[in-house]
Every structure is written in structure tokens, then in C-alpha cells.
């Protein structure tokens, strides 16, 4: 399917074409194609039953742009606030001495759930004053409900052979693998 960017340095995209349909149904993005799988071995099916593909993308729409927030799936519940962990890893790769990020949630007694987020940094740094300095840059740039809570920091990629996000992954396999992690007070 193909893809047309609004502009260079805008995340807001037009999809389809020949051969494709869009629509989106519950903030959700859907597609139909002129040809299709028929879905996944031993899963369910992921086609609506008026054959639509619901990729559990959700979106924002202006006009024939779309604005992909994020899986359906992967959205952290704060609260009762809804974070992407796409739009707090683009906010913390932009500091210069982070080489890549995932953010995950994880359960909180209190919260419901708490943003943790691996961040592999292109060079050793104190993890204590790493975790303030990324606290300080986040709170110019996300709400404070967005800012991650728990920082560990990687020695490892966070991303497998084709360059995709081991979200699966979001915890070091051992400890061996993590240098350190911090917890805001």
C-alpha cells in the first residue's frame, strides 16, 4: 500500500491508492485490498465481517491524512490517561546522547499503570543524573503523566535483525544485560 507524506518533517500521512480502501472505525484503522490474506495460522481473525483488515492501528484523521498514534495495545493507561509509547520515544531520542528507547507500561497499585521506559545511550553516563537530566527534558515536552517513571538503561540494541522494536522484550533478559535502572522518588 502506498504511503505519501504530508511534508518532510510531518508525521501526518495519506494512505491507499489503487487497489486499497481506508476508513476508520472507533479512532481504528482499517483497510481493504483487492487481494488479501486470509489472516494468521492459529489466531483470530483480524478481518471485520465486511472483509475490512483491522490493523489496531489508532488514528487521528484530517481531511485524507492520518496520523498513526500508536497499537491499539501498546497504549499505557495512567491514570486512566492514554500514553503512546511512539510519541514518549520520539520525545526522548531527540536528547543527543540517547541511541534508542522503548517505552512500555507496567502495573501500578495505585496508577493502574506507570511509563518505564530502556533507553540504550551511545555513551556511559551516571544513570542517576542521566534519569534527572531526561526528567527535566521531558517535562518541557510531555505532560507529567507521560514522563517515565522507571529508566533502565541497555548495554544491548533494543531492536532485533530487521531493525524492529523487540516490544515483546520490554524487561532485560538478566540483569547482566542492564546496567542500572532508576526510579523517580
Known amino acids: ?49 465486511d472483509g475490512w483488515f483491522n490493523t489496531g492501528d489508532k488514528v487521528e484523521v484530517d481531511g485524507d491524512y492520518f496520523r498513526i498514534l500508536g497499537r491499539q495495545s501498546e497504549i499505557i493507561n495512567v491514570g486512566g490517561q492514554k500514553v503512546y509509547p511512539a510519541q514518549i520515544e520520539s520525545v526522548v531520542q531527540e536528547m543527543p546522547e ?3 528507547v522503548l517505552v ?10 506507570i511509563v518505564c521506559a530502556t533507553i540504550r545511550l551511545r555513551k556511559s553516563h551516571d544513570a542517576r543524573k542521566f534519569h534527572r537530566e531526561l526528567r527535566q527534558f521531558c517535562r518541557q515536552r510531555l505532560q507529567e503523566f507521560q514522563i517515565p517513571v522507571r529508566v533502565t538503561l ?7 535483525e530487521r531493525f524492529k522494536k ?14 542500572h535502572a532508576c526510579e523517580r522518588p
Do not use: C
Request: aromatic share 4%; hydrophobic share 35%.
Open 166 to 179: 523487540n516490544r515483546g522484550e520490554t524487561r532485560p533478559a538478566d540483569e547482566a544485560q542492564a546496567r
Open 154 to 160: 541497555a548495554e544491548n540494541a533494543l531492536h532485533g
Open 98 to 100: 540517547v541511541a534508542e
Open 104 to 113: 512500555h507500561g507496567e502495573k501500578n497499585a495505585i496508577t493502574g499503570q
Open 1 to 49: 500500500m502506498r504511503s505519501k507524506s504530508r511534508s518532510s518533517d510531518s508525521l501526518w500521512v495519506k494512505l491507499g491508492g489503487e487497489g486499497f480502501q481506508t476508513r476508520v472505525v472507533d479512532e481504528i484503522l482499517q483497510i481493504k485490498a483487492e487481494s488479501a490474506m486470509l489472516g494468521y495460522l492459529n489466531a483470530p481473525s483480524p478481518f471485520t465481517n
